[in-house]
T-cell receptor, first 116, second 110 residues
Framework: GAGVSQSPRYKVTKRGQDVALRCDPISGHVSLYWYRQALGQGPEFLTYFNYEAQQDKSGLPNDRFSAERPEGSISTLTIQRTEQRDSAMYRC??????????????FGPGTRLTVT | RKEVEQDPGPFNVPEGATVAFNCTYSNSASQSFFWYRQDCRKEPKLLMSVYSSGNEDGRFTAQLNRASQYISLLIRDSKLSDSATYLCVVLGGSNYKLTFGKGTLLTVNP
């Protein structure tokens, strides 16, 4: 079946522009997670949804970052007034369980964001 | 101290070798532990969960020592296809946040 998909796969933007990154989780998956991964590092947690409810946004670096999942399926991560330090791979993951201890998280291919 | 620390690597081993990765975590309330594998330019995928009693899946053995806050992964009879980055992952005690280590790169050589 279809896995987690993300779009765009690559995004180059100029400093100061807003970007919106989209995640399509596996159909029926309850939980959705956003991570940021720098080169040579493991994924770093950003935020997490159960259905449409944002349960934890403690990992969002500052108020330029926001995420939504209005209908409990597709999610969008928005970065306003992008800065060069925002350049990274942004990964989405989904899980059929509310509890991350219960079941693995399935990761998408990521969006490579480059801010020039 | 970082929440999850792994062997810095990289590890270069010949086919058939046994290799062990170590990981320590700082939050004593952590409840669940995993090893994920990430191939070059690919997404991370779950390799195995780590249970208190230790667990084995074919050539892979995971161990957990709660007292020392230490996790290990042993790969026996390594194959070329085992070449990847291995990520130690810890679930915090009071939240749903997975914390990933930096990863250890393994290259298995013919």
């Amino acid at each position: 079946g279809a896995g987690v998909s993300q779009s765009p796969r690559y995004k180059v933007t100029k400093r100061g522009q807003d970007v919106a990154l989209r995640c399509d989780p596996i159909s029926g998956h309850v939980s959705l997670y956003w991570y940021r991964q720098a080169l040579g590092q493991g994924p770093e947690f950003l935020t997490y949804f159960n259905y449409e409810a944002q349960q934890d946004k403690s990992g969002l670096p500052n108020d330029r970052f926001s995420a939504e999942r209005p209908e409990g399926s597709i999610s969008t991560l928005t970065i306003q007034r992008t800065e060069q330090r925002d350049s990274a791979m942004y990964r989405c993951a989904s899980s059929p369980s509310r509890d991350p201890a219960d079941y693995e998280q399935y990761f998408g291919p990521g969006t490579r964001l480059t801010v020039t | 101290r970082k929440e999850v620390e792994q062997d810095p690597g990289p590890f270069n081993v010949p086919e058939g070798a046994t290799v062990a990765f170590n990981c320590t975590y700082s939050n004593s309330a952590s409840q669940s532990f995993f090893w994920y594998r990430q191939d070059c330019r690919k997404e991370p995928k779950l390799l195995m969960s780590v249970y208190s009693s230790g667990n084995e899946d074919g050539r892979f053995t995971a161990q957990l020592n709660r007292a020392s806050q230490y996790i290990s992964l042993l790969i026996r009879d390594s194959k070329l296809s085992d070449s990847a980055t291995y990520l130690c992952v810890v679930l915090g005690g009071s939240n749903y946040k997975l914390t990933f280590g930096k990863g250890t790169l393994l290259t298995v050589n013919p």
